[in-house]
């Protein structure tokens, strides 16, 4: 009898520190995305207090649908609807490229491809995550710019082209690795069964698999919005960095090279600060509400 209580008082004392180890580590991870949803709350509070001031004195029409920017004139202009349309299609023609490449190269190193090829393929994939946006752009500006002036015989091949076809490169990896992590955990007992029913395995990758993973292949997706969205470096060094209202074949400004390229040499408090604020706010919240739209859109997927 003094065995088992002892044994009960030891099972007892585990038990309630295996518990206090618990609550522990659910309240670190509490506290570090707290942390992580303030840290949005203060980036946004503070864009707000930054670019309001300058809508105010521009007015909001002026502003977003204006179409001429110079910020250094003597009457100087603050119309931003070229920066949009460009970050619109610049975004729109990455993904509309860059997606199907990735998604096609997901399925066939998660499910066609031997090991060897694979390692091979996840290696370079891997090695283009790694390369830094000003490599992208340095190699755009050398080698895809003066190819675009050839093929095309424009004038500058710095535009809009050049840009799309850089994002579209730089959001590869993304959409690449997160697509075959969803594929590789779709349970092989899908695949044997629809195998069993006589589909083929083209079949069973494209209407069994694919499905399965639909939400990682998602969110693959939204990863690359994001990413083509928020690029700057790369972008200015292969479009131009004009704001002219865009253009296959002409240099544009997107919403981010906006921000940076004149930010260095604005004046603190100046109407031009301002308004850079302004767009990065415009920028922010035209992240948001992407990501709040695909969001939308995957839940009511899962509804169904």
Same mark, same amino acid.
């Given at each position: ?85 460009? /970050?619109?299609?610049?975004? =729109?023609?990455?993904?509309?490229? %860059?997606?199907? +490449? !990735?998604?096609?190269? &997901? #399925? ?20 283009l995550a790694g390369i830094p946006s000003v490599v992208y752009g340095l190699v755009g500006m050398l080698v895809l ?38 594929l590789d955990a779709v349970p092989k007992e899908y695949e044997y069964a629809s195998l069993a029913l006589g589909a ?14 639909? /939400?990682?292949?998602?969110? =693959?997706?939204?990863?690359?919005? %994001?990413?083509? +969205? !928020?690029?700057?470096? &790369? #972008? ?24 940076a390229s004149e930010m260095a040499y604005s004046s603190p408090g100046s109407l031009q600060r301002n308004a850079l ?28």
């Amino acid at each position: 009898m003094s065995f088992d209580t002892n044994a009960k008082k030891g099972v007892i004392i585990t038990m309630k520190k295996n518990r206090l180890f618990e609550n522990i580590v659910h309240g670190i991870f509490l506290i570090l995305g707290l942390i992580t949803v303030g840290c949005v709350l203060l980036i946004t509070v503070y864009l707000i207090i930054s670019g309001i001031p300058a809508i105010k004195e521009i007015g909001l029409f002026n502003f977003l649908f204006g179409k001429e920017w110079a910020s250094t004139a003597a009457e100087p202009k603050y119309g931003i609807l070229p920066f949009i349309l460009t /970050s619109v299609y610049g975004t =729109a023609g990455a993904i509309v490229i %860059g997606v199907p +490449i !990735g998604f096609f190269t &997901a #399925v066939y190193l998660s499910k066609v491809a031997n090991k060897k090829v694979r390692a091979v393929i996840e290696a370079a994939v891997n090695l283009l995550a790694g390369i830094p946006s000003v490599v992208y752009g340095l190699v755009g500006m050398l080698v895809l710019v003066p190819v675009i002036r050839e093929i095309f015989n424009v004038p500058d091949g710095a535009s809009l082209l050049a840009a799309i076809i850089v994002l579209a490169i730089m959001i590869l990896p993304n959409i690449i690795k997160v697509s075959i992590t969803a594929l590789d955990a779709v349970p092989k007992e899908y695949e044997y069964a629809s195998l069993a029913l006589g589909a083929t395995p083209t079949e069973t990758f494209f209407k069994v698999s694919v499905p399965a993973a639909k /939400s990682g292949i998602a969110a =693959a997706v939204v990863l690359g919005v %994001g990413r083509a +969205i !928020g690029e700057a470096m &790369a #972008v200015m060094m292969v479009a131009g960095n004009v704001a002219n209202m865009p253009s296959l074949f002409e240099s544009v400004r997107f919403l981010t090279t906006a921000v940076a390229s004149e930010m260095a040499y604005s004046s603190p408090g100046s109407l031009q600060r301002n308004a850079l604020f302004s767009i990065a706010l415009v920028l922010f919240l035209f992240i948001m509400l992407t990501g709040a739209t695909l969001n939308f859109f995957l839940k009511r997927d899962k509804e169904k």
